[in-house]
T-cell receptor
Framework: NAGVMQNPRHLVRRRGQEARLRCSPM?????VYWYRQLPEEGLKFMVY????????ESGMPKERFSAEFPKEGPSILRIQQVVRGDSAAYFC????????????FGSGTRLTVV | GENVEQHPSTLSVQEGDSAVIKCTYS??????FPWYKQELGKGPQLIID?????GEKKDQRIAVTLNKTAKHFSLHITETQPEDSAVYFC???????????FGQGTRLTINP
């Protein structure tokens, strides 16, 4: 039973380009959460999704960031027109229920904007 | 909103000694307090959690204590081993909430 799968593990983008981060939840999990971790800091909540629905995007920057979790396929976190300040590790977690209990995190995508 | 403060930011102990990491939280409605271990290049891994209806929970060398009145909780690692070296994060969540609020992390180093 594979865990939460994130890809790519590392992503380098030039300023102004788009970044697409993918997350496949654990089998049987239909709730996905995205967190961002800046260097030497804790994780900050960005967005919570269920299949085809955004439930809570209170932590998502209003511009350039979007997330989806389609009926088929992985959840996608999309960052348009990336800037240096977007450089961070982005972690996805999944859970069988819509609660913070028993999150399982993926290994993350490390985004570097040059 | 919830705010979680974690101390110390770095901690170095001799192998075999105990390590204690402390967190305080601001939201009295929080009732779920997990601890995560993050090794270099990996995602956070849940190591122990506690809910507000208990004051202490233990799992082998790891224990967590919770003081709801004072709004603080602590991670205790006994008989530390080199593989305990990692960054540890505390977090808090309200009942029924889907998101966690994390502390800033503690880099624990176990010296042989």
């Amino acid at each position: 039973n594979a865990g939460v799968m994130q890809n790519p593990r590392h992503l380098v983008r030039r300023r102004g380009q788009e970044a697409r981060l993918r997350c496949s939840p654990m089998k049987g999990h239909s709730h996905v959460y995205w967190y961002r971790q800046l260097p030497e800091e804790g994780l900050k909540f960005m967005v919570y999704l269920q299949k085809e629905n955004i439930i809570d995007e209170s932590g998502m920057p209003k511009e350039r960031f979007s997330a989806e979790f389609p009926k088929e396929g992985p959840s996608i976190l999309r960052i348009q027109q990336v800037v240096r300040g977007d450089s961070a590790a982005y972690f996805c977690a999944s859970s069988p229920e819509g609660s913070a209990y028993g999150y399982t995190f993926g290994s993350g995508t490390r985004l570097t904007v040059v | 909103g919830e705010n979680v403060e974690q101390h110390p930011s770095t901690l170095s102990v001799q192998e075999g000694d105990s390590a204690v990491i402390k967190c305080t939280y601001s939201d009295s409605a929080s009732n779920y307090f997990p601890w995560y271990k993050q090794e270099l290049g990996k995602g956070p891994q849940l190591i122990i959690d506690i809910r507000s209806n208990v004051g202490e929970k233990k799992d082998q060398r790891i224990a967590v204590t919770l003081n709801k009145t004072a709004k603080h909780f602590s991670l205790h690692i006994t008989e530390t081993q080199p593989e305990d070296s990692a960054v540890y994060f505390c977090a808090a969540s309200r009942a029924g909430a889907q998101k966690l609020v994390f502390g800033q992390g503690t880099r624990l180093t176990i010296n042989p």
